[in-house]
């Protein structure tokens, strides 16, 4: 990848806060797990070098989440990236690997997927020109057939589609079960904590995280763009 080409491609990553995170999926105890993939997520996005942006609920604007999530894409492009690649906190599986391989693939007749298990995506990989904004408000957002719908819509465009392997996401506490089979495949605390929330005989509070160490004083700074999501809407 050249230096022009990771200069007009950007990260959204576009995730709540774990507090938020907790009440929309009702996992008991999640708090620690959530803030957890949260600084995991922005240290591998800090890796790739590429520049990228947090929207957390207070910088996401809509009344449904397609709008929401729209809207963030939108506000990336309007600073003038060419390409942005999307991704979420609920992956623990999730590598830079994952984004540094988008990033080389994102172009205007690509779209890059990572499909998640459930039927949604856990990365999306978009060049301006394949982004429709009222189309995209209009797809099934939170629904097992979104990435058979997008694959669709980009295939009657004649577009190319390139899709990276599949992970598991996090939405009930049945997929902690399921993650908890890929313990090698996830970093040591992630691993610990997933054990904590599926062994009845361990304690969450042994990963408790203190309130004045949270992930968000302990992430890498956005050096890379313009200016900060808060800044964008």
């Given at each position: 990848m050249n230096a022009l080409d990771k200069h007009n491609t950007a990260i959204l990553v576009f995730a709540l806060t774990s507090q938020a995170e907790c009440k929309r999926k009702k996992i008991d105890n999640c708090g620690?797990?959530?803030?957890?993939?949260?600084?995991?997520?922005?240290?591998?996005?800090?890796r790739t070098k590429l520049p990228y942006f947090l929207f957390t609920e207070k910088e996401q604007h809509g009344d449904s989440f397609g709008e929401r999530f729209t809207n963030a894409i939108q506000a990336v492009f309007d600073l003038g990236f060419e390409q942005v690649i999307t991704i979420g906190n609920d992956t623990p599986q999730l590598k830079a690997t994952h984004l540094l391989k988008a990033a080389e693939n994102?172009?205007?007749?690509?779209?890059?997927?990572?499909?998640?298990?459930?039927?949604?995506?856990?990365?999306?990989?978009?060049h301006r020109e394949n982004f429709d904004r009222e189309k995209f408000k209009d797809l099934p957002w939170q629904h097992s057939m979104l990435v058979s719908r997008?694959?669709?819509?980009?295939?009657?465009?004649?577009?190319?589609?390139?899709?990276?392997?599949?992970?598991?996401?996090?939405?009930t506490r049945w997929d902690l079960?399921?993650?908890?089979?890929?313990?090698?495949?996830?970093?040591?605390?992630?691993?610990?904590?997933?054990?904590?929330?599926?062994?009845?005989?361990?304690s969450v509070q042994t990963f408790e995280i203190s309130l004045s160490n949270q992930y968000s004083s302990r992430i890498p700074q956005n050096k890379g763009s313009p200016l900060k999501a808060q800044s964008l809407m």
């Open positions: 620690t797990l959530f803030s957890t993939l949260s600084e995991h997520s922005l240290n591998i996005v800090s994102v172009k205007k007749d690509t779209l890059v997927l990572g499909p998640s298990a459930d039927g949604g995506f856990y990365l999306m990989g978009l997008l694959v669709t819509e980009f295939t009657l465009g004649n577009r190319q589609i390139l899709q990276l392997e599949r992970l598991f996401d996090i939405d079960g399921i993650l908890s089979k890929f313990s090698g495949q996830l970093t040591p605390r992630i691993g610990q904590i997933i054990l904590a929330l599926t062994n009845p005989e361990a």
